[in-house]
């Protein structure tokens, strides 16, 4: 499974968007890249999933680049209750495996 | 649809007591995960279970972990003879086919004492 690379943290103010950048470079060709939100004291929540150039649900955007090195989580105007540990994780379908592998994520702070 | 549903939510153990953790998985899903965090750590991996079938225990200690998931009932995953470094925060998680897109629990807090 390829190694992702994110920011520990990161401090926003309400209303700005926030960019969280993950770094993947040894990305297999049928990798999905996926992030997840968790909050103090709950399980992970799948935010969303894309292969390549941008994907955009309800809650935020993700952008990949050409190579897809690199993943780009895009949380557009952040309120308080957005603060949260963000995990971008790779991994394929592919394989009994169903595991996914957490890194230590980027803890987002949002202040008023 | 209820999601995945987990008990106890708190559990308390002396040391050398056995634990058991309860999972419901999410109506329709048939895969199961369980996950470990400890203080300040982010997750770990432990075992992936289909029904009536372990299919990845890569991530379980080899002594006193277990983990089933019955062809009726919730997933169950169980510790023996506890110790302090099994306190932690065990999630566990559930899809509908081998995927990523997993559905987490809120969580079972160990505190062993």
């Known amino acids: 499974l390829a190694k992702t690379t994110q920011p520990i943290s990161m401090d926003s103010y309400e209303g700005q968007e926030v960019n969280i950048t993950c770094s993947h470079n040894?990305?297999?060709?049928?990798?999905?890249i996926t992030w997840y939100q968790q909050f103090p004291s709950q399980g992970p929540r799948f935010i969303i999933q894309?292969?390549?150039t941008k994907v955009t649900n309800e809650v935020a955007s993700l952008f990949i680049p050409a190579d897809r090195k690199s993943s780009t989580l895009s949380l557009p105007r952040v309120s308080l209750s957005d603060t949260a540990v963000y995990y971008c994780?790779?991994?394929?379908?592919?394989?009994?495996?169903?595991?996914?592998?957490f890194g230590q994520g980027t803890t987002l702070q949002v202040k008023p | 649809n209820a999601g995945v549903m987990q008990n106890p939510r708190h559990l308390v153990r002396r040391r050398g007591q056995e634990a058991r953790l309860r999972c419901s998985p999410m109506k329709g899903h048939s895969h199961v995960y369980w996950y470990r965090q400890l203080p300040e750590e982010g997750l770990k991996f432990m075992v992936y279970?289909?029904?009536?079938?372990?299919?990845?225990e890569s991530g379980m200690p080899k002594e006193r972990f277990s983990a089933e998931f019955p062809k009726e009932g919730p997933s169950i995953l169980r510790i023996q003879q506890v110790v302090r470094g099994d306190s932690a925060a065990y999630f566990c998680a559930s899809s509908p086919v081998r995927r990523e897109e997993q559905y987490f629990g809120p969580g079972t807090r160990l505190t062993v004492t």
């Open positions: 894309g292969y390549k």
């Open positions: 040894n990305i297999a060709t049928n990798d999905y």
């Open positions: 279970l289909q029904k009536e079938n372990i299919i990845d």
């Open positions: 994780l790779v991994g394929v379908h592919s394989g009994n495996t169903g595991k996914l592998i």
